[in-house]
């Protein structure tokens, strides 16, 4: 190829006339792949049970790809619906509270128990461990105590 400043204006306009036929060939390849890849997806969906579908990339028009526009900048709402489980105290501070009633103290299962009495919520599979893990990193913390021979977790 040559260069640009040996050019005709002609030759420019014809190689500019080029790429652009060839950038749209590489769109309507685009979009036929995009549908493919959405039939696979669907495919995907009905044997997996459910009937979800992915976004994949939104198809751009042709005025789109000819002048480029400003964007607009788009504030996002927070999702109001997550899937965690929201609780006004985190669950170190349901034990110590719970432990602070109880002076005799607790051991796992009795804790577990009166964490969820007390209000506390979790969608973990195993809570059990959660708390566990809670209560070790509190006693290493210095913040409570376990008797060895009872199991039982209480407040220093």
Known sequence: MAKSKDMTVAELEELLEDRRSAVTDLEEKRAKLLEELSAVDQEIADLAGGKKKSPGRPKKSKAATSTPKKKKSVKKKKSSGGRRARNTKSLKDYILDI???????????????????????????????????TLYHLKRGGEIDRNDKTGAYVLK
């Open 99 to 133: 432990l602070a009633k109880n002076k005799k103290g607790l051991d796992l299962n009795e804790m577990m128990d009166a964490v969820q009495k007390e209000g506390y919520k979790s969608k973990s599979a195993d809570f059990k461990t959660v708390l566990y893990q």
